[in-house]
Each structure stands twice: as structure tokens, then as C-alpha cells.
């Protein structure tokens, strides 16, 4: 069974920097364009950051531009999230996806990350 | 960027009842859509895509309809273990990929 399992997430000051870690099993990794979305407390998803089989190409959503950074390891079969100059409005449960064909059909649990002072 | 309008913002019916939720794309996504399940503390679930096609494993009680703008997910004999937000997501050839704001379903 495909698992995905986030880590990483936590308390941190507004203006911090956090890294995020999604470990991936259960499937060829290297395969598949990766996603980072999210949802805010008491809110609904917001697809964040996508990232294509070899890291060549990189999406954001306008929000995080310039303060997020999403990578992987295709080596580790681990997908990562670094995230800078963080904000209040950056609070929210972080998942890692997998997409296929633009579904993502695979999800993990979620990582909590929270902004705050 | 594509905005997908979501609707109702939760309900409330009874065990066997059949429930819509609709979505409305701000434009014409043919049938680049896609629907979710998302129970507390769980991780979110593919329960239809293109529109109509069920994803395996996924119970036949699940239906997807529409195309363009206009979208619905039927939810047949509505059972405790389907409470949970639904929510709706298109995609274009590039992102932004966006969701409706979901649907929270309860049981009376």
C-alpha cells in the first residue's frame, strides 16, 4: 500500500524558517510529479507546491513564492518543503500528495505547522 | 486563476438519504475535475476524478456528474461512516490548482 508520511511540522515565530519531509514508500517514487497542500484551521485545501519527477520544474501558489522552496531526493524517496520567513497566515495542516494524471491519489496524514509568538 | 464555488457549506440529513453537493468553476474545466473526502486526523481521499469516474475501491454509492461549469457528487444511502468535508478541485494544464471551499456532511 502507497504510504506517505510528513514530518517536520511545529511551533515556530513569525519570520522563522521550518523544513518539512514527506518519506514515501510502497511505490517508484522517481515516477511522480509531488504536492504539498494544505489546509488552514478551519478552512479548505489549498494546493501549495508541486514539483515534477526530476526536480527540473517547480510551481507555487502566489503566496508562498519567494519564501517556499519545495525539493526532493528521488534517492531517499522523500519529498521536502522548506519554508522561510514564515507568517500567521502560513498556519495550517501541511500534506504531502502524489499526483497522477493531475489527481492527487495518495495523500498523507498531514504535519501541523503553526505561526505564532 | 480559476475559482470553483462550492455549495451548500454543510448539511445535515439522514441515514439512507441520497445528498448533493454542487461545484461551479468561474470557467469552462470541461471535465478536469476532481473530488475528495476529508475525515478529521485522516488523510484525504480521491473519491471521484474526471468528473465522473470513480476511483477504485471507492463504493459505487459515490457518483460523480457535469461537465463546463457546473459539477455535482451524489452520495447514496448516506451511512455515519460518510460524515466528513467534501471538497471539489480543478485542474488546468498548470496551476494554480484550486478547491471549493468543501462541504461539511453530517448525520442526523
Known amino acids: 500500500e502507497v504510504q506517505l508520511v510528513e514530518s517536520g511540522g511545529g511551533l515556530v515565530q513569525p519570520g522563522g524558517s521550518l523544513r518539512l519531509s514527506c518519506a514515501a514508500s510502497e511505490f517508484t517514487f522517481s515516477r511522480y510529479w509531488m504536492s504539498w497542500v494544505r489546509q488552514a484551521p478551519g478552512k479548505g485545501l489549498e494546493w501549495v507546491a508541486n514539483?515534477?519527477?526530476?526536480?527540473?520544474?517547480?510551481y507555487y501558489v502566489d503566496s508562498v513564492k519567494g519564501r517556499f522552496t519545495i525539493s526532493r531526493d528521488n534517492a531517499k524517496n522523500s519529498l521536502y518543503m522548506q519554508m522561510n520567513s514564515l507568517r500567521a497566515e502560513d498556519t495550517a495542516v501541511y500534506y504531502c500528495a502524489r499526483m497522477f494524471d493531475y489527481v492527487w491519489d495518495y495523500w498523507g496524514q498531514g504535519t501541523l505547522v503553526t505561526v505564532s509568538s | 486563476d480559476i475559482q470553483m464555488t462550492q455549495s451548500p457549506f454543510s448539511l445535515s440529513a439522514s441515514v439512507g438519504d441520497r445528498v448533493a453537493i454542487t461545484c461551479q468553476a468561474s470557467q469552462d474545466v470541461d471535465t478536469r475535475l476532481n473530488w475528495y473526502q476529508l475525515k478529521p486526523g485522516k488523510a484525504p481521499k480521491l473519491l471521484i476524478y474526471d468528473a465522473t469516474k470513480l476511483e477504485t475501491g471507492v463504493p459505487s454509492k459515490f457518483r460523480g456528474t457535469g461537465s463546463g461549469t457546473h459539477f455535482t457528487l451524489i452520495i447514496n444511502s448516506l451511512q455515519p461512516e460518510d460524515i466528513a468535508t467534501y471538497f471539489c478541485q480543478q485542474y488546468d494544464n498548470l496551476p494554480p490548482y484550486t478547491f471549493g471551499q468543501g462541504t461539511k456532511v453530517e448525520v442526523k
Open positions: 514539483i515534477k519527477q526530476d526536480g527540473s520544474e517547480k
